[in-house]
């Protein structure tokens, strides 16, 4: 065997070396993805709606000196850092994973007893990120969404609280390996679907005042800016310091009930 034929060899086993290690590696990955989907399967029919997450909030419903400002909705509420909103306290109910149907059954349970003075809602996504799935089923999902948020609202209003409805937050760059089986066109064009509706939803009902996240996180219209994404899914810290600066003087002055 000739010096360059060696090297050859070298090389490709060095490349062949390198595929094993890479594809053991994917397996093993895909196998950790497995089972946490497995266990978040397994953790959702144990408790179907999230009633296990706040127990220690509802147990001390009664216990605020202030009026309550109860932080309502999914993941991108419940990663959301309660801000400090002088005369109120703030409690943050948010849930992961969760949809507008769970949300709505498990209000009750978690707003309800907190006698909020304003609820600031975050919803939907998880609803929509089901739209590339289910093509078929687009207007029917973007419905039910529209539904469940009115039943909220109501809710909310039903217990004399102000509502603030946060616009549902643009999606962030999807990575290649999600594109392969995940588009994300469908749950974009819900996201405007829906967020029309929010805004008429307060043109129509005095108590509600719609905080238009897109104009402090977007940029270009539609996207989250890379400097505020944890995620495609997810905002980082700075970008719940943006929306603190807007949820704050809300709360605050126009939101806040009459003292």
């Known amino acids: 065997m ?29 196998v950790r993805v497995g089972e946490r989907l497995y266990a978040r399967e397994q953790e959702v029919r144990l408790d179907p709606i999230g009633l296990h997450v706040h127990e220690r909030e509802r147990s001390g ?16 509420v419940a990663m959301w850092p309660p801000p400090a909103i002088e005369g109120f306290d703030v409690v943050n109910v948010g849930v992961g994973f969760q949809t507008t149907e769970q949300a709505l ?9 907190l006698h909020p003075a304003v609820v ?13 799935l289910f093509p078929e089923r687009h ?18 209003r039903a217990l004399g609280a102000r509502v603030l ?6 999606l962030g760059d999807v990575p290649i390996y999600r594109r392969v089986v995940w588009s994300p066109g469908p749950t974009a064009r819900g996201i405007v679907e829906v967020n029309a509706f929010l805004r008429r939803l307060a043109l129509t009902n005095s108590g509600v ?34 929306l603190d600066k807007r949820v704050v003087p809300l709360v605050g002055r126009r939101v806040a009930p009459p003292r």
């Open 2 to 30: 000739t010096v360059n034929e060696s090297a050859r060899w070298r090389r490709r086993a060095i490349a062949l070396g390198i595929l094993l290690v890479s594809s053991t590696a994917a397996n093993v990955a895909a």
């Open 61 to 76: 419903a009664g216990a605020h000196a202030n009026p309550v400002v109860a932080m309502f909705g999914d993941s991108r």
């Open 105 to 113: 059954l498990r209000f009750d349970q978690d707003v309800a007893p």
């Open 120 to 132: 600031l809602l975050q919803l939907v996504v998880n609803d929509l990120k089901a739209l590339p």
């Open 139 to 156: 207007d029917a999902i973007v419905e039910e969404c529209r539904a469940n948020i009115v039943r909220i609202v109501d809710k909310s």
């Open 165 to 170: 409805l946060t616009t549902i937050f643009s």
């Open 209 to 242: 005042t719609v905080l238009e996240s897109d104009a402090v996180l977007d940029d270009p219209p539609g996207k989250i800016r890379g400097a505020f994404q944890l995620d495609y899914l997810h905002e980082n810290a700075a970008a719940y310091t943006e």
